[in-house]
């Protein structure tokens, strides 16, 4: 947080944002889907490559704002399992950018703290790709900032079916796969970041209110924000303005909220287990 301030001078537009957010509040982890880069380029008459490289500013941006902030994760969804049936020419054109995009951050990633990773069946990815990958998360591998992990080539539901599946296969081959029991903590520990908390917020830019096969397991109480804005659009100050606002919300992951009155009055309820009808008529009217 102190690093983000530092960096705004005081007559930034961005710096009003950043003072009226909680410090002691902050997602520990954000993950974005980045949308709306053809829409961007086909609402100015370019070609759809055109906003994929308009969306490397943004990827910065939001990189760079939240190591500063001290955001401990953040997952951007780069490229989805079912990317792949776009044209083969926005597909080579987005490992191009990928790689153009590791290759020339490498120095500010070490120089913000950054330690980078990916998620999702990788080794499906283009070899130089992969090597550029490899190369980049083992060079940032002893940062201790901001953890950054490109979902490429992702699907929510083959990580599930992977984790599943490793899990198979360790029982196989320690010979425990007739008494093996899957339960939730070692589904997540099989996940492909287990080392990661779940994400707190989840961004959606272009307005489009869907998941899109993101995260499907550890979204399960993100707070949602969507915005119209086209991902090439994204700017700091909607960046600041989605933490705000997830500082507003009341999370309760399913319990109560804390400000809930904790001696409410006591009600008295029927009797459930007698016979008397009455007791279920109470309950007919009180549930209305
Ligand atoms: C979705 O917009 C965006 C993508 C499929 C690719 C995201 C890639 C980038 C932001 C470029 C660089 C990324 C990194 C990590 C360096 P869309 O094409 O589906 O937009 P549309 O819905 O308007 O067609």
């Not at 997952?75 to 054109?93: C, G, H, I, Q």
């Amino acid at each position: 947080m102190k690093a983000l301030l530092e960096s705004l001078k005081p007559g930034d537009k961005d710096r009003g944002l950043a003072l009226s957010l909680d410090p002691e509040r902050l997602p520990r982890h954000i993950a974005i889907i980045m949308d709306g880069n053809g829409r961007w380029a086909r609402k100015r008459n370019l070609p759809r490559i055109a906003g994929h490289k308009a969306g490397v500013a943004p990827v910065r941006m939001v990189v760079e704002t939240c190591a500063q902030l001290g955001v401990e994760a953040l997952t951007l969804y780069a490229f989805s399992a079912e990317n792949w049936k776009r044209p083969r020419t926005e597909v080579d054109m987005l490992w191009r950018l990928l790689r153009f995009y590791l290759r020339r951050e490498l120095a500010d990633l070490h120089r913000n703290g950054i330690r980078l990773q990916a998620s999702g069946r990788i080794d499906a990815l283009p070899a130089r790709v992969q090597d550029e990958l490899n190369f980049v998360e083992e060079a940032t591998a002893k940062n201790t900032g901001l953890r950054l992990n490109l979902a490429i080539n992702y699907s929510g539901r083959a990580e599930i079916v992977d984790a599943v599946n490793a899990i198979l296969q360790g029982a196989r081959l320690a010979g425990t796969l007739a008494s093996l029991r899957i339960d939730e903590e070692s589904l997540a520990m099989n996940l492909y970041s287990p080392d990661l908390p779940d994400p707190d917020l989840l961004i959606r830019t272009s307005g489009e209110m869907r998941i899109s096969n993101f995260l499907l397991w550890e979204i399960a109480y993100a707070e949602l924000f969507v915005t119209e804005t086209f991902w090439p659009d994204f700017d700091r100050a909607e960046l600041l303005t989605a933490i705000l606002d997830y500082q507003k919300r009341d999370r309760r992951f399913g319990g109560l909220s804390a400000t809930a009155v904790p001696d409410e009055p006591k009600l008295e309820l029927p009797d459930f287990d007698s016979e008397d009808e009455s007791a279920s008529e109470e309950i007919a009217i009180s549930s209305q």
